[in-house]
């Protein structure tokens, strides 16, 4: 072999190394924890809606996430007990529905992430919605403060109410 083929060789072989070795590293494999009210059974349309939009942003089940899913089989008293156990088992971070469950999971712990959805009144458990502060955020579908706006807005769409207003809370 002559000395400029080996040198190009040997080049080329310096700039492929890295690659192959970053082809060849581990994707990391989250563990999502997910603290619910009811059994997965129940919970099948929630569970489809979030892994659909895992798979959307390139996630796959079982590659590079795993989902622990711990149920308090409507025993709200059960939630403590659970967002502890997907604590110590070290997960990336803990998903939650209903207001009971993410409280839970906020006692339990200051660095995993909370993502609550579907809670009633976030500011039970954030310190603000402009800044919910530590390690909780995420969405609600209703917040308190807001109820004497949906009011007002109730009695101008319904004038004919004259004070009478069914509010079903």
Same mark, same amino acid.
């Given at each position: 072999?002559?000395?400029?083929?080996?040198i190009?060789?040997?080049?080329? #072989?310096?700039?492929a190394? =890295?690659?192959?070795?970053h082809?060849?590293?581990?994707?990391k494999r989250?563990?999502?924890?997910?603290?619910e009210?009811? @059994?997965?059974?129940?919970?099948?349309a929630h569970?489809?809606?979030?892994?659909?939009? $895992?798979?959307e942003?390139?996630?796959?089940?079982?590659?590079?996430y795993?989902?622990?899913?711990?149920s308090?089989?409507?025993?709200?008293?059960?939630? =403590?007990?659970?967002?502890?156990?997907?604590?110590?088992?070290g997960?990336d971070?803990?998903?939650?529905?209903?207001?009971? #469950?993410?409280?839970?999971?906020?006692?339990?712990?200051?660095?995993?992430?909370?993502?609550?959805?579907?809670?009633g009144? =976030?500011?039970?458990?954030?310190?603000?919605?402009?800044h919910?502060?530590?390690?909780?955020?995420?969405?609600?579908?209703?917040?308190?403060?807001m109820?004497?706006?949906?009011?007002?807005?109730?009695?101008?769409?319904?004038p004919? @109410?004259?004070?009478? $207003?069914?509010?079903?809370?």
């Amino acid at each position: 072999m002559k000395r400029r083929e080996f040198i190009t060789l040997l080049g080329g #072989a310096a700039v492929a190394w =890295p690659f192959a070795v970053h082809a060849q590293q581990p994707t990391k494999r989250y563990r999502i924890g997910m603290l619910e009210t009811i @059994s997965p059974a129940l919970n099948t349309a929630h569970l489809d809606a979030f892994r659909k939009g $895992l798979r959307e942003l390139g996630y796959v089940e079982g590659k590079n996430y795993a989902i622990e899913y711990r149920s308090a089989d409507g025993r709200a008293e059960r939630f =403590p007990e659970l967002a502890a156990e997907l604590v110590r088992l070290g997960v990336d971070l803990i998903v939650v529905r209903g207001t009971p #469950a993410t409280i839970a999971a906020k006692n339990a712990t200051r660095t995993i992430p909370v993502i609550m959805a579907s809670v009633g009144d =976030p500011l039970l458990i954030v310190d603000s919605l402009a800044h919910p502060g530590r390690n909780v955020t995420g969405l609600s579908a209703f917040v308190t403060e807001m109820t004497s706006k949906r009011v007002g807005l109730m009695k101008e769409l319904v004038p004919a @109410s004259h004070g009478l $207003l069914y509010l079903p809370i």
